[in-house]
T-cell receptor
């Protein structure tokens, strides 16, 4: 399977600031990565599909100007939460599909907005 | 997306087999059945997937009903490390990038 890392694992930021989360595919060149969000005691919800060299595709209800996704290389996608608010506090997880049907997930980033 | 129905929670004893059921009565002929699990505070982990035939791998077995309207994930000998939320997900097999729609899953508790 693919190895996916995320940085940071935890971040605390103040309301109104922006925070960037990195997702790296360590052993696989990923043209596509997925970003999910998970609130406490809830299931994962797909936010967007990140496409290398082109614009991300956002799911309905996800604000593209608030959640900026950049997939500048085959091994790195970044999610920037702009003007973060306490309601953006969540567990953010990325994933890749190396080939076939299995999706491999990163360890997640816990964002707390104070 | 075709939906799945799973029990909210199940309990098992260590070293005993566990059968986790999933109903997907509206599955289409092109939908794959995937199982993922998520340990606390971690990203999900791929477990197994199948289309029509039963599947086995080092982690688990997947038994698919003949009409494909239900499936069962089988953990042959549960360990404490298998305690997790297990998600049964259908994914359209027609494209090259598969979006996964997670439901609430089944919280598996393994008793020592």
């Amino acid at each position: 399977g693919a190895v996916v890392s995320q940085h940071p694992s935890r971040v605390i930021c103040k309301s109104g600031t922006s925070v960037k989360i990195e997702c790296r595919s360590l052993d696989f060149q990923a043209t596509t990565m997925f970003w999910y969000r998970q609130f406490p005691k809830q299931s994962l919800m797909l936010m967007a599909t990140s496409n290398e060299g082109s614009k991300a595709t956002y799911e309905q209800g996800v604000e593209k100007d608030k959640f900026l996704i950049n997939h500048a290389s085959l091994t790195l996608s970044t999610l920037t939460v702009t003007s973060a608010h306490p309601e953006d506090s969540s567990f953010y997880i990325c994933s890749v599909i190396p080939g076939g049907y299995e999706q491999y997930f990163g360890p997640g980033t816990r964002l707390t907005v104070t | 997306d075709a939906k799945t129905t799973q029990p909210n929670s199940m309990e098992s004893n260590e070293e005993e087999p566990v059968h986790l059921p999933c109903n997907h009565s509206t599955i289409s002929g092109t939908d794959y059945i995937h199982w993922y699990r998520q340990l606390p505070s971690q990203g999900p982990e791929y477990v197994i997937h199948g289309l029509t035939s039963n599947v086995n791998n080092r982690m688990a077995s997947l038994a698919i009903a003949e009409d494909r309207k239900s499936s069962t994930l089988i953990l042959h000998r549960a360990t404490l490390r298998d305690a997790a939320v297990y998600y049964c997900i259908l994914s359209y097999s027609g494209g090259s990038n598969y979006k996964l729609t997670f439901g609430k899953g089944t919280l598996l508790t393994v008793n020592p």
